[in-house]
């Protein structure tokens, strides 16, 4: 592991209602070079162009690939990843989104808020995540 995860929990656990299984922590200490992504949103990273799909699933795995190439030009690998935002514009969308982020974040325990906002850049848009990682030196 790249970094120091303290309290490592996995959401099954501390969220056995909502049928989660995404691996977190309450902190990360890292150093290294830090990375700050933009957040990122269904959408290709090349064109722009959004992914043309209202589900939520769908959605979270374009943004979740997203996040694994910018962190990959940086550098780093998923392994880097310390810090993650999730904007949704759906409460409903909760369990979904989290459990596709999950499979993303297997093993990698990153430190995770959510929000539930009233809408994001672009009305077709359920999920916005924005990331930090830190690559060691």
């Known amino acids: 592991m790249a970094h120091t995860r303290i309290r490592k929990f996995n959401t099954k656990d501390t969220y056995p209602e909502q049928k989660l299984d995404n691996d977190l922590c309450q ?22 162009v959004d992914i ?28 880097h990843l310390c810090k993650v935002v999730v904007y949704l514009t ?11 982020m999950g499979e993303y974040i297997r093993n990698v325990h990153p430190v995770s808020t959510g929000v ?18 830190v690559i060691p030196d």
């Not at 990360?28 to 090349?46: E, I, K, S």
């Not at 959605?59 to 690998?77: C, D, F, S």
């Not at 759906?90 to 596709?100: I, K, L």
């Not at 009305?123 to 995540?129: D, K, R, T």
């Open 116 to 133: 539930v906002v009233t809408c994001l850049a672009r009305p077709s848009w359920l999920v916005e995540i924005d990331a930090t990682a």
């Open 52 to 79: 043309g799909s209202h589900d939520p699933v769908e959605q979270t795995h374009k943004v979740m690939q997203n996040i694994r190439q910018l962190i990959e030009e940086a550098g780093g690998t998923m392994e």
């Open 27 to 48: 902190a990360v200490v890292a150093r290294g070079t830090m990375v700050f992504l933009r957040g990122q949103c269904p959408q290709d990273l090349d064109t722009s």
């Open 90 to 100: 759906d409460v409903r969308h909760r369990e979904a989104v989290y459990r596709t």
